[in-house]
């Protein structure tokens, strides 16, 4: 504060900086596009679609962040405005079309690539990311110095005896992450699964999308369809997977894992418990996701036996977020500066499970991801060896953190 610098200064920076990301990103997902000879002004809305649709949730979440002075908090409101923007744009899409036009990704989907280029509707993603951005700067001049707009509630006067071991304070500090996680998959689950018996009137004349759904398997396109979407709940359940991991590496840098430490708690305890809450918040996930596809599926199908089919095969995918999971404690362990990488896997993933089949990658690249390694199912048959191998790997990735961790001196900054 005592340097000649404005309050807005350090927001600035930060947004210039998450931004130019998203500039970048829509770039190069333009120029992927253009390299595969698909057409130009097409490709060119296609990356621009991403830019602007990120642009607007950069806005989003630096006024949530301005409300609030925890991390956490400020994620979650922004995941929770992502839900509900995919949630609209689902029921929408299945609709006339008009809750669509109520979702910041119901906007970038409205610019139409490759389907006659519009570009207005991108226009309406750039004024919300402008506009809130300018509104972000605002609250940054009437709150406090450090804090958010909103206090945070005083907690209690004396500790709960569960927070007098590592277990019971790993779980207070992640149990509202993995509610919300859960609640996200379990709404994820519900608008996937009430779509699921009209794929094939709503793929209709579409044979490229129902090329993408055909190619994870060999099975009916509702199958596949379903396959689809437990592969995408997958990929979001690796979230507080990740997230809770990675929370070693803040309660390392702030101090906070030194006075634990000091108390004569092994490291390998202090970090088991983290590990244990990332691995349990992430099948929780998980099955919250697939019991609300069940669910939906069978609330307008009518076929119940579709709950325990589709909550088996979601929870097939707990070895593959493991892994990721072990990534992050390997890294966590052998070089904590670089954790936040741990991110860059699951974006590797995602980029795979999604756009892989569109942008021709090579078979080897493909199976690197552990989600192209799981069966597919319902579409597929269920195969028990791969997930032993994933299981296999995540337990030495783990075992490689813990021991690094053991033997290296903590870092705080």
């Known amino acids: 504060r005592s340097m000649p610098v404005g309050r807005h200064a350090p927001l600035a920076a930060g947004l210039a900086v998450v931004a130019g990301t998203n500039v970048a990103l829509g770039v190069l997902v333009a120029g992927t596009l253009l390299q595969q000879s698909l057409a130009t002004t097409g490709s060119i ?4 679609s991403f830019t602007t649709f990120g642009l607007a949730f950069v806005g989003i979440t630096a006024v949530a ?12 409101a922004a995941g929770a405005v992502l839900g509900a923007s995919f949630a609209l744009r689902a029921v929408g899409d299945i ?13 970038a989907q409205k610019a139409r690539p490759y389907a006659g280029e519009r570009w207005w509707p991108l226009a309406l993603c750039g004024l919300l990311g402008g506009g809130l951005t300018w509104g972000a700067t605002a609250l940054a001049a009437r709150r406090d110095f450090g804090a958010g707009l909103v206090a945070p509630k005083p907690g209690p ?12 304070l790993a779980v207070r500090l992640h149990r509202g992450a993995v509610l919300w996680w859960s609640a996200s998959g379990l709404a994820l689950g519900l608008v996937y699964g009430s779509l699921a018996n009209s794929i094939d009137d709503f793929v209709g004349d579409n044979q490229a999308l129902a090329d993408m759904l055909t190619a994870v398997g060999t099975a009916s396109l509702t199958d596949s369809y379903l396959s689809t979407s437990l592969l995408i709940m997958a990929l979001t359940a690796a979230g507080p997977a990740l997230q809770i991991v990675l929370r070693l590496r803040l309660e390392e840098s702030t101090g906070r894992a030194e006075a634990i430490l000091a108390t004569g708690t092994s490291r390998w305890t202090w970090v088991g418990s983290h590990l244990a809450a990332a691995g349990a918040g992430s099948a929780l996930t998980l099955a919250a996701s697939g019991l609300g596809l069940g669910v939906s599926y069978a609330l307008v199908g009518g076929d119940w036996g579709q709950v325990p089919r589709l909550l088996g095969a979601s929870l097939a995918y707990i070895p593959a977020v493991w892994l990721l999971a072990g990534v992050a404690a390997a890294l966590f362990g052998l070089a904590p500066r ?3 990488g741990a991110w860059l896997t699951l974006i590797g993933c995602l980029v795979i499970g999604m756009f892989g089949a569109l942008l021709d990658l090579p078979s080897w690249l493909m199976n690197l991801s552990p989600f192209q390694q799981t069966p597919a199912m319902p579409a597929d048959p269920f195969h028990v060896l791969p997930l032993a191998v994933l299981s296999t790997l995540t337990v030495g990735l783990v075992t490689i953190g813990l ?3 053991r033997s290296r001196d903590l870092v705080t900054s």
Do not use: K, Y
Request: glycine residues 12%.
């Open 157 to 168: 006067a004396n500790a709960a005896p569960s927070l007098a071991n590592p277990p019971g």
């Open 45 to 48: 809305v296609f990356g621009a």
């Open 338 to 340: 670089w954790t936040a």
């Open 95 to 107: 609709g006339d079309g008009t809750l669509s036009w109520f979702s910041p990704m119901g906007w």
């Open 65 to 76: 962040a301005q409300v609030t002075e925890n991390p956490r908090v400020t994620s979650g």
């Open 403 to 405: 021991t690094a961790f």
